[in-house]
């Protein structure tokens, strides 16, 4: 019997090719697997479809029709993505018994390439959180345990923390994420595994359910650098249905493993030595940065010296775009309605009732500084903030071709901690939200762990649309870190 | 600046979220601990800068304005909490 349970996409696909494994013992695997778990990483299970799609696949591949990049391969897809016929929540009550009557782009992108999907991945409230505890469902689990915090349950991170969570427990392959301000990388890096955040418009937004518009972008959640690529390669699409998908040709991912490091400057901005950095993870970011002199790269000391402003200035635009975008939710169209006679009263008390208070906190926030008055101080000062950091990643891009920092302050943390003052969860964002807000490429891969057995997770920054060298940067990581 | 409850109340119906006494009482405390944070921009000097809008700087296309009903008015009342004959049903808004 083969072990399916740590196996990756690409082992997977040579198993399913060579029929030592169907996707239907693979899909079941998994599925058995879901249902005995207790980390509460599923919002919807569509295993009866999953089970339709992997006998499909199964045929394709015996009979040698051509057959898709992720062909058979069982995943899970956060519930963010619209997916036809079945129920898509983002997370909050208002959604609770939404089922869309189309597909976004990304979740038909990886259908057509065979993707088995095996149900709906829980997530913080409309993506608005960094521990998976805003969520309508319940929070997620994080299947990693500190052995020093006497078994405490902690949190995977998030928003994607039920993606992160259901591959680190091995309950499905990959999975697909959405990252605003760090929703893909933080929880990959609290998990141990690769979470990439593709540049502005790789990834079509069409049917993803919107937070910031100017920042969303889905990618994957993968246990390897290698799997990383493999989704990407389905998920990016041009699209004219999303007026800003990219029109850039699409490269080969995997030429990532012929990319050669050598040469290449690697720069560390000394910016990102924030306060409450913690000390174990200083320490592995600086085994990484002699991973990459060893292997030839320069290392480079850079500055991007508006980074300090970064995570106030995402806190007024994320917040100012969500009250735009949520406003949809009236009680109307779709989604839960409270009743009431009058009309102002029954929009009033849906939202109330139906919206969690992570996210009616946003919505306060973002309606107040784009409100009469306040738009100027606020809303319009953040977005030329957001021009003077985006500027400090191209004039540091000059002299260096990647950018090295470690992905979050800290490690994963117990459930619990971090909620009584928002601003100290917002703080696990500071490293990722400045990349969001510049619209770069970015990986979290785990270089190293603390003396507690947690995963230390290492971010690489790379120019727009340079993913290939962002993979490649990731991937020496994964080499050299010893596990 | 900071934050009083007629502020909270004007933003909260501002954004039609019912808010009540209890929560406005933390509203009001989270909202100036936030907005105090978010104060630190006032330290960057932006004047010649101009503010960024998006990253996507690809030129925009219009797609073809075609006609095409692959959804059928079904379907889309389907999600609707209330339905009749075809239409969203609200609480009457006139007399």
């Not at chain 2, 934050?3 to 933390?26: G, W, Y």
């Not at chain 2, 075609?66 to 006139?94: C, H, M, Q, T």
Request: negative net charge; proline residues 4%.
């Amino acid at each position: 019997m083969k072990d399916l349970k740590n196996l990756d996409i690409s082992t997977a696909k040579d198993y399913l090719l060579k029929k030592e494994v169907s996707s239907l013992e693979l899909t079941n695997f998994f599925i058995e697997r879901i249902e005995e778990s207790k980390l509460n990483c599923f919002i919807t299970h569509t295993f009866d479809d999953a089970i339709e799609k992997a006998k499909e696949s199964d045929k394709k591949i015996s009979s040698n029709e051509e057959i898709g990049i992720l062909e058979g391969i069982p995943i899970g897809m956060k519930d963010l993505f619209c997916t036809k016929g079945i129920r898509t929540t983002a997370g909050s009550k208002i959604l609770e018994n939404f089922i869309p009557f189309y597909e976004s782009t990304v979740s038909k992108n990886l259908l057509n390439d065979g993707a088995i999907i095996l149900g709906k991945t829980n997530m913080d409230e409309f993506a608005m959180g960094s521990a998976n505890t805003t969520s309508f469902f319940g929070n997620v689990i994080n299947p990693l345990k500190s052995n020093q915090e006497n078994n405490k349950n902690l949190v995977p991170g998030g928003s994607s923390g039920g993606s992160a969570s259901s591959v680190a427990a091995n309950l499905c392959m990959a999975a697909t994420g959405s990252d605003t301000g760090g929703s893909i990388r933080q929880p990959a890096s609290f998990c141990g595994l690769v979470g990439l955040k593709p540049s502005y418009g790789r990834c079509s937004r069409f049917g993803m359910i919107a937070f910031a518009s100017s920042l969303d972008q889905a990618g994957p959640i993968t246990k390897t650098v290698k799997d990383a690529a493999i989704m990407l390669q389905s998920m990016s699409s041009y699209d004219e249905k999303d007026s800003t998908s990219s029109r850039k040709p699409i490269p080969r991912y995997l030429d990532f493993l012929n990319f050669n490091l050598k040469g290449k400057k690697i720069g560390l901005p000394t910016e990102y030595k924030v306060e409450g950095l913690n000390s174990e993870i200083v320490e592995v970011w600086e085994d990484t940065i002699n991973f990459f002199k060893k292997n030839g790269a320069e290392i480079i000391n850079i500055s991007l010296p508006h980074t300090s402003f970064a995570l106030p200035t995402y806190y007024i635009i994320a917040p100012a775009e969500a009250s735009a975008n949520l406003a949809r939710y009236d009680g109307v169209k779709y989604g839960f309605r409270e009743k009431s006679d009058d009309l102002q009263d029954m929009y009033e008390c849906t939202r109330a009732k139906g919206f969690g208070d992570e996210v009616k906190r946003r919505l306060m926030i973002g309606t107040y500084v784009l409100s009469a008055g306040y738009y100027d101080a606020y809303y319009l000062k953040a977005l030329k903030v957001r021009q003077l950091i985006s500027n400090d990643f191209k004039s540091a891009f000059e002299k260096c071709d990647l950018i090295l920092t470690p992905t979050t302050p800290n490690v994963a943390f117990p459930i619990g901690e971090k909620q009584k003052d928002p601003i100290e969860m917002y703080l696990n964002d500071v490293l990722t939200v400045p990349a969001s807000l510049a619209g770069l490429p970015a990986i979290s891969v785990t270089g190293g762990k603390n003396k507690n057995n947690l995963p230390i997770g290492m971010q690489v920054i790379g120019r727009p649309f340079e993913e290939i060298s962002v993979l490649a940067a990731g991937k020496l990581i994964e080499d050299c870190r010893g596990f | 600046m900071s934050i009083d409850n007629k502020t909270v109340r004007k933003v909260s119906k501002l954004a039609k979220i019912r808010i009540n006494e209890q929560e406005e009482i933390k509203l009001i405390e989270e909202l100036n601990n936030i907005l105090g944070w978010v104060d630190e921009l006032k330290k960057v000097d932006t004047e010649k800068i101009e503010p960024m809008l998006s990253v996507f700087n690809e030129s925009m296309v219009m797609r073809k304005d075609e006609v095409y009903s692959e959804i059928s008015d079904d379907l889309v009342l389907k999600n609707a909490p209330e339905s009749k004959s075809g239409f969203f049903v609200v609480p009457k808004v006139v007399e």
